[in-house]
């Protein structure tokens, strides 16, 4: 039986109420209004012109973006946004935003889609409490609390000449206390990771050897995940080269406080002189003011909305910029103080870092914080892909 069709074209009908080859997609029809109260509000306005796209400097071919996502949005295709690795190669440069013309901020929509993967990333969900306002305050404070309820109960008689910590809180307690937190966090990460990979995770050729697998997975873990994630390159491609020294002046201050704190846990707390001043602590000396000079940046920004990546920012931005921010201050004073033999300052700014960097950690796998586990993975297995439909493209050799 054939059907007349518009334009003189003629088709079996039984090809037209054929079932498609491979999964069908499930739609979700509120998926474009979960993104717009996670910020994306302004989605509604765009009619998918390709303008942001096209301005994108890191938008290439086969992973395209931001138009391909926020069709992706618009017509419901949760799994499609999900598994799409060029969510996390967007920096937010605001160039996407600048040159829309509806004004539909494509720039926030990448943000949103962002928070929104978090929630689904995250193990039983967890992450959606942090991305409610009212939950998410609840819950800060509750953590704040339980840290400091936790701390002035185990604290010690504290000694004033010369101060010191050890006699204020135990540093064993700290070390106990820090490696079941580290634990829990790990495994939550681990659980995050398993199911943002069950999402992005793509059909590899099997028919190659086992040796030019391997090939592809190790070499791409080298080209891209060290020298994009740790360097971070592409973001060189925006114009705005002042947020990526300030960005890369956040991401390594905060890795080298990790290294910093990872030897005095190794060589042990509390066992470490003043002088003459050890390599770790001139280390995180320095990753401290690297770190509280981007979060200063970014802070500065926010507050002043100059720039189109800060001129709509989600309450979840506030609270993490804020919290480093705190973290690289209180840090740094308290290392301060304690070569200035100050001992209120030293014991007061104590007991507020403990319990900036114990919300900062429990909230990492679940919050902004997660942007430095998914975009390595992503990059790796966007490149990886690549790299495996450039053999296929090439055929049997």
């Known amino acids: 039986m054939n059907q007349i069709l518009p334009g003189s074209q003629t088709v079996q009908l039984e090809k037209l109420t054929a079932r498609p080859e491979g999964p069908l997609t499930k739609i979700d029809p509120y998926l474009a209004s979960k993104l717009q109260k996670l910020g994306a509000t302004r989605l509604a306005l765009c009619y998918n012109c390709g303008t942001c796209t ?54 926030e929509f990448m943000m949103a889609a962002r928070r929104y993967a978090i929630e689904k990333y995250s193990i039983g969900r967890v992450a959606s409490v942090f991305y409610n306002p009212v939950v998410s305050t609840v819950s800060l404070i509750a953590v704040t609390l339980v840290a400091l309820l936790g701390i002035l109960t185990m604290k010690g008689t504290p000694t004033f000449s010369p101060p010191n910590l050890q006699s204020l809180f135990s540093f064993q307690i700290i070390h106990d206390v820090g490696l079941w937190l580290g634990a829990i966090v790990a495994l939550s990460v681990f659980a995050n990771i398993a199911i943002m990979t069950k999402h992005v ?92 000079a981007g979060a200063a940046y970014y802070f500065y920004k926010r507050l002043r909305r100059s720039e189109r990546h800060a001129k709509s920012s989600h309450f979840t931005d506030w609270i993490f910029v804020t919290l480093m921010l705190l973290a690289g201050i209180s840090g740094l004073l308290l290392t301060f103080s304690l070569y200035l033999t100050s001992a209120l300052a030293a014991y007061s700014l104590y007991l507020i870092h403990l319990v900036i960097v114990f919300d900062l950690v429990a909230m990492a796998p679940f919050t902004k914080f997660a942007h430095a586990l998914y975009r390595p993975l992503a990059i790796w297995l966007n490149q990886a892909a690549m790299s495996y439909n450039k053999l296929a493209a090439r055929g049997p050799r």
């Open 54 to 107: 096209a301005i994108c400097p890191l938008s290439k071919e086969k992973v395209e973006f931001p138009r391909t996502l926020i069709r992706y949005a618009i017509l419901g295709a949760e799994e499609k946004l999900l598994a799409s690795p060029a969510l996390w190669l967007c920096y937010y440069c605001g160039e996407c935003s600048d040159s829309c013309p509806r004004d539909a901020e494509p720039g």
């Open 201 to 292: 995770r793509f059909s590899a050729n099997k028919e190659l050897p086992l040796f030019a697998r391997s090939k592809i997975w190790v070499s791409n873990l080298v080209s891209s995940v060290i020298r994009e994630s740790l360097g971070q390159l592409d973001y060189l491609k925006c114009t705005n080269k002042n947020r990526y020294v300030a960005h890369m002046a956040l991401f390594w201050g905060f890795i080298g406080l990790a290294i910093a704190t990872s030897i005095d846990f190794i060589i042990g707390l509390g066992k470490i002189p003043l002088y003459p001043v050890p390599p770790q602590r001139v280390l995180g000396i320095l990753s401290g003011l690297g770190l509280t």
